[in-house]
C-alpha cells in the first residue's frame, strides 16, 4: 500500500485517537458534567441511557482526568453495548441516516436519536463501523440531548478535535437546533459550523433536519495534502443533491 493509501485511509477512518487535546475543544474522552440520574417517573430507555453515562462517568475523577483501568474501560464496553441493544431492542434506538464520505467506503457511520416510550428526544448518537479496538468501544456514543449545552467532542484526528456537537436549546418537547462543527484545516485548526433542526415529522418521528429536508444521507468531501499532513473536510452534502452551508468559524 503506498503512502498515500495509508494517509487516506488514516485521515478517514473512524479510528477515533484519545490521547491529545485540541486547542479550543474538549477531548472525545471527556466527562458529562453535572449530569443527574433521573430518580422520578423513569421509563426504560431513560434508564439506560442514566446507566451508560454514569458508567462513563465514573472513568473520571473529580478534575475531569480520565483515569480508567482496563478493567473498567470493558466493563463500559460492555454495559453500552448491552444498553444500546435493549434500546434497540424496545424500538427506541431510531436510525437517521448514514455518514459517507468521497475516499473511503469502509468508514461509513450512522447517527441515530435515543427516544423515550413517550416519544421523547433523550440522547444523539454517532455510530462508526464494529471494531475490535478497546479504546474505540470505550468512546462514549450516546450524548444526551440536555447536556447538549456542553460541547460534546465525537471525533478526532490524531489527537484533535474533528466533529463537535452542541446546543443552547433547554427544552427538547419541540426539538431544537444543533450545531455540528467540523474540521476543515487540520494544521491551521480552523473548522466551520452547520446548523441542523431536530423535529418530528407529519407522523410524530423524530428526524434531523437541514432546512425543511429531513436528512436520510449524508456526505464529506475531505480534501488531504500528502507533503505537508494535512487536510479536512471541504463540502458536506445532503441526500446526495443538497450542499449545507459551511459558516467558517472564527
Known sequence: ???????????????????????TYPPVMAPIAGY??????????????????VEHNG????????????????????????????LKAKGSYKFLFSITNNMSSSAT??????????????????????????AEQSILRLRPVDYLNQPQAIQEIEGQTALVMFSNVTDWSAGGEIQLHVLTDKKKK????????????EKKEWALFYGNLAIKKMQLKLWVNVF??????????????VKMLLEPIK
Open 1 to 23: 500500500m503506498s503512502k498515500k493509501t495509508l494517509l487516506f485511509a488514516f485521515l478517514l477512518s473512524s479510528t477515533i485517537t484519545v490521547r491529545a487535546k485540541a486547542a
Open 36 to 53: 443527574v440520574k433521573t430518580s422520578d417517573n423513569i421509563t426504560m430507555a431513560q434508564g439506560l441511557l442514566d446507566e451508560v453515562i
Open 59 to 86: 472513568r473520571f475523577n473529580a478534575a475531569g482526568v480520565f483515569t480508567a483501568t482496563e478493567i473498567q474501560n470493558r466493563r463500559f464496553i460492555d454495559i453500552q453495548n448491552e444498553n444500546v441493544g435493549a
Open 109 to 134: 457511520q450512522g447517527a441515530n436519536f435515543v427516544i423515550s416510550e413517550n416519544n421523547e428526544l433523550l440522547a444523539v448518537s454517532f455510530e462508526g463501523a464494529p471494531s475490535n479496538n478497546v
Open 190 to 201: 480552523k473548522y466551520a459550523s452547520i446548523k441542523v433542526r431536530a423535529a418530528q415529522n
Open 228 to 241: 505537508a499532513g494535512n487536510g479536512g473536510i471541504s463540502e458536506v452534502t445532503v441526500n446526495d443533491s
